[in-house]
């Protein structure tokens, strides 16, 4: 039956599915009018047009209730698929129609990167669906950089300051913390201080991938007055937290790796942990991209810009 609906949809009109949907999500024809701003008669001969086009009933009605038909349980979900297919057509066409296509390269890693590209590529996809975006992971703020200088990027997750001919947004002051074993002894505390972290053996990101987070545990240790022991070095976050997990070490991570909830994995607040340092989107001030110029409004639009402490 699914290859019958989905022959046959040529011949009918989208609003002949949005209101089988409707139908279907309120199982009462009133309501289901109400919520497509139709009348209810012009609602019902839409369904039975539908239905005489498929030769098949898809609700059963009576006058205490309406419910779908084994043919209307077979055709909802095709039919989403069919509404959803043909609006993002729509928006496609719409955004070619603008000279709004295209493909963005994104450079960025960390939880920090992924929960802005989460948000980012969400926002894209609704409002440009003409512009794809090539998304490049385990890139460091270090690496990020580079490959946006090198052009290997279009757009990068970076910390100011930025080379020569590099734009940047703002986008928050980033906050680290210690992740500790949870049967380590540091566990029950609500806070340390670096000092305290002395004698730890620290897991962190190896210097090779220019590691924000890392820069900062090396700063704020030797601002206590002594240099990590590093016990080992992880590629990505979740290795780095499932090492801390298996009581390797402890390590300091930036704050919105909290959401992160890895078995045995306890986090702390660090006392001079404020402000560790910023987070920015960066791009080539002379990138004639269209698409890459559209990106970097909605990046505007979404995620108002911080002020850098230095700047206020």
């Known amino acids: 039956m699914r290859f019958y609906y989905q022959w046959k949809v040529m011949d009918m009109d989208l609003r002949h599915f949005s209101a089988f949907i409707a139908v279907a999500q309120e199982l009462h024809f009133g309501r289901a009018a109400e919520k497509l701003h139709i009348a209810q008669p012009a609602l019902s001969q839409m369904i039975r047009s ?34 959803d297919q043909v609006e993002g057509a729509r928006r496609i066409a719409r955004s070619a129609q603008e000279g709004i296509v295209g493909r963005v390269r994104i450079g960025f890693g960390g939880t920090s990167g992924y929960s802005i590209l989460s948000l980012l590529a969400r926002e894209v996809a609704e409002r440009q669906p003409g512009i794809e975006l090539e998304l490049h992971p385990q890139m460091y703020c270090g690496e990020a950089a580079l490959a946006l200088r090198d052009g290997v990027t279009d757009l990068a997750v970076i910390s ?4 020569a001919g590099i734009a940047v947004h703002v986008i928050r002051q ?63 976050p979740y290795s780095l937290l499932a090492l801390v997990g298996a009581q390797v070490g402890i390590s300091i991570v930036v704050e919105s790796s909290n959401h992160i909830r890895i078995d045995g994995v306890t986090y702390i607040r660090l006392a001079e942990g404020g402000d560790a340092f910023t987070l920015a989107l960066g791009w080539r001030r002379n990138n004639p991209s269209k698409a890459l110029t559209r990106v970097v409004e909605i990046v505007q639009e979404i995620l108002p810009e911080a002020v850098p402490p230095e700047a206020e």
């Open 174 to 236: 980033e906050r680290v913390m210690v992740a500790v074993p949870t049967r380590h002894e540091l566990a029950g505390r609500n806070s340390v201080s670096m000092a305290d972290l002395e004698e730890q053996p620290f897991i962190t990101y190896a210097p090779s991938h220019g590691s924000q987070v890392r820069e900062a545990m090396m700063r704020l240790a030797d601002q206590a007055g002594f240099l990590p022991r590093i016990a080992q070095e992880a590629p990505d």
């Open 160 to 163: 100011p300051p930025a080379s």
């Open 50 to 83: 539908l239905e005489a086009e498929l030769d098949a009933p898809l609700f059963e009605r009576t006058t205490r209730r309406v419910r779908l038909t084994p043919s209307g349980e077979a055709l909802l979900e095709p039919a989403h698929a069919i509404r």
